[in-house]
Nanobody, 116 residues
Framework: EVQLVESGGGLVQPGGSLRLSCAAS????????MSWVRQAPGKGLELVST????????SYVDSVKGRFTISRDNAKNTLYLQMNSLKPEDTAVYYC?????????WGKGTLVTVSS
């Protein structure tokens, strides 16, 4: 059974930093690209960042480029999202996920609130 458990969210002031983690189990983590998506209050899902299976290639939505860094530790089956220079518009529930075969799997999410 695929399990994805996000952690690391919380309340942070504008300009602050957070590091999100996603613990994965139930599949061969090192074999799959992984992604972070977010859902802001009252809005739809937004793909934030993707990393390939080996960690050598990454992509970001324009709004987070230069501020967020996605990474992974395949030995620990863990995905990360380092978020710096946070803005109020980054407030959202952040989910990690992957596509396995024809299905998409997502965790339950972790809430990030950026506010003074």
């Amino acid at each position: 059974e695929v399990q994805l458990v996000e952690s690391g969210g919380g309340l942070v002031q504008p300009g602050g930093s957070l590091r999100l983690s996603c613990a994965a189990s139930g599949f061969t983590f090192r074999s799959y690209a992984m992604s972070w998506v977010r859902q802001a209050p009252g809005k739809g899902l937004e793909l934030v960042s993707t990393i390939n299976s080996g960690g050598s290639r990454t992509s970001y939505v324009d709004s987070v480029k230069g501020r967020f860094t996605i990474s992974r530790d395949n030995a620990k089956n863990t995905l990360y999202l380092q978020m710096n220079s946070l803005k109020p518009e980054d407030t959202a529930v952040y989910y990690c996920g992957l596509r396995l075969g024809l299905e998409d799997y997502w965790g339950k999410g972790t809430l990030v609130t950026v506010s003074s």
